[in-house]
Nanobody, 115 residues
Framework: QVQLVESGGGLVQPGGSLRLSCAAS????????MNWYRQAPGKERELVAS????????NYADSVKGRGTLSRDTAKNSVYLHRRTLKPEDTSFYYC????????WGQGTQVTVSS
């Protein structure tokens, strides 16, 4: 069973940082690119960052560039999104996703940036 499980969300003050994790199982992790999306209430879902299967190509949304680092660890079947210098507008539900089997999504993790 293909599964993605996110963790690491929470409440953080503006200017703070946190690391989101996505643990993958049930497929050959090293063969697939991975993506992080976010969606806030009333807003469209946004692709935040993506990483290729080898990790050699990483792309970030303009809203995240310079404030996020995406990486993957094949040994742990995991992908990590390190967010820093967080702003209130970064408050959102963050999901990881992959294209395996036509598309698989995790359950998401909430990030709230507030003082």
């Amino acid at each position: 069973q293909v599964q993605l499980v996110e963790s690491g969300g929470g409440l953080v003050q503006p200017g703070g940082s946190l690391r989101l994790s996505c643990a993958a199982s049930g497929f050959t992790f090293s063969a697939y690119g991975m993506n992080w999306y976010r969606q806030a209430p009333g807003k469209e879902r946004e692709l935040v960052a993506s990483i290729s299967s080898t990790g050699g190509t990483i792309n970030y949304a303009d809203s995240v560039k310079g404030r996020g680092t995406l990486s993957r660890d094949t040994a742990k079947n995991s992908v990590y999104l390190h967010r820093r210098t967080l702003k209130p507008e970064d408050t959102s539900f963050y999901y990881c996703a992959t294209s395996v089997g036509g598309g698989v999504w995790g359950q998401g993790t909430q990030v709230t940036v507030s003082s």
